[in-house]
């Protein structure tokens, strides 16, 4: 979720703390919230039981412990089908996923990070991070430096100072620096590449999609392993890769811009 909660009032302070219970991933004690909570244990208190009673908390008193509520459930398909480019690109990306026989992720830039918004797995799928709903860095992942490099100046600007560089493997690039370098070589060459760079022994090739005017609305990618591929192997998949975007660009285009 977003960390944009400064000076938005108590909207902002609730969504805080729905932040906080989310970050736990299970059913989380009031003492523990309150030991990282910026809030008085009157005003911690007061915002849990406002989200209890609006649904986007559930509260067990058996265990005493709040989790996420069942509202966030309907909020949470409501966005993905109106906001996000999942369902216009599934019948796509289903057919990508059976032609190239790989992992295919479809993914937008939320806040500077990767959203993934779907992903096709392929009949022999690999564990890895990326899960539809899943949030990820942008500098480091081959969806995210697709559409970092279409961006423009002002708007890459601000998603770079988003970034964290964090050192996640030997090939993680960790300096604006070198991020610009790369983007200036993925804007001419069309594609993207994840060399395991978010994580070891994971691959991908990954291509943005565009706006009828260039803007990028997403990215899609074909991922694998270094065990079953080689990076020059993904090549292959470049043709296939950059034909499921245009479609999906064009199908994007009444999603965008209704009538």
Known sequence: MNKQTGGDGTVGKALDVLD????????VRFHELLAESSHPKATLYRLLQTLVRQGMLSYSD??????????????????????????????????LAQAVGETVHLAQL???QVLYVDKRKAASPIEMFSQA???????????????????DEPQLSQVI???????????????????RSELMSIRSDGVSFDREEHEPG?????APIL???????GALSVTTSTQRKSVEDLERFRPDLLETAAKIS??????????
Request: aromatic share 10%.
């Open 161 to 179: 100072q988003k970034q964290s560089f964090y050192h996640y493997t030997p090939n993680t690039l960790t300096t604006s620096e070198r991020l």
């Open 20 to 27: 906080k219970v989310a970050e736990k991933a299970r059913p």
């Open 62 to 95: 058996e265990q005493q412990t709040y989790s996420l509520g069942l509202r966030l459930m309907h909020l949470a398909h409501a966005a993905w089908q109106q906001s996000s480019l999942a369902p216009i690109a599934r019948p796509f990306i289903d057919h």
């Open 211 to 217: 706006s009828l005017s260039e803007r990028p609305l």
């Open 202 to 206: 994971i691959i991908c090739i990954a």
């Open 133 to 151: 709903g899943k949030i990820g860095p942008g500098y480091c992942t081959g969806v995210g430096k697709a559409i970092m490099a279409f961006l």
């Open 250 to 259: 064009a199908a994007a285009e009444d999603w965008q811009f209704p009538g």
């Open 110 to 112: 939320d806040n500077g």
